[in-house]
């Protein structure tokens, strides 16, 4: 699992992260994504048959998402996630 535009750790627990770390996932922060760019994010996303993609709100810059529940700068635009998920469907 690799969890990309995380802009905080929320409401989540020490145990949470060392779980999440054991399954060996991965986490890229809004802000590494930003400075990694597409072909960035995508080259730490392992190679699969198939994906299966979820997006949270969150993902996203507060100025775009004003009534999110986590109000954190340095999210995403709406360009910049289409970007990725336009690519990842194509690779």
Same mark, same amino acid.
Request: aromatic residues 10%; proline residues 3%; hydrophobic residues 40%.
């Given at each position: 699992?690799? /969890? *990309?535009?995380?802009?905080?750790? !929320?409401?989540?627990?020490? =145990?949470?992260? =060392?779980?999440? #770390?054991? %399954?060996?996932? #991965?986490?890229?922060? &809004?802000?590494? &994504?930003? /400075?990694? !760019?597409?072909?960035?994010?995508?080259? /730490?996303?392992? =190679?699969?048959? #198939? %994906? %299966?993609?979820?997006? @949270?709100?969150?993902?996203?810059? *507060?100025?775009?998402?004003?009534?999110?529940? +986590?109000? +954190?700068? !340095?999210?995403?635009? %709406?360009?910049?996630?289409? @970007? *990725?998920?336009?690519?990842?469907?194509? +690779?």
């Amino acid at each position: 699992m690799v /969890q *990309i535009g995380l802009r905080g750790l !929320g409401s989540s627990r020490k =145990e949470d992260f =060392e779980a999440a #770390k054991a %399954y060996n996932s #991965k986490w890229i922060s &809004a802000k590494e &994504a930003l /400075q990694l !760019g597409v072909e960035g994010i995508l080259a /730490q996303i392992p =190679e699969a048959d #198939k %994906y %299966y993609v979820t997006i @949270d709100i969150d993902c996203f810059d *507060i100025s775009l998402a004003t009534g999110t529940g +986590s109000p +954190s700068p !340095g999210g995403f635009s %709406y360009d910049f996630l289409n @970007d *990725i998920l336009t690519a990842s469907a194509k +690779s």
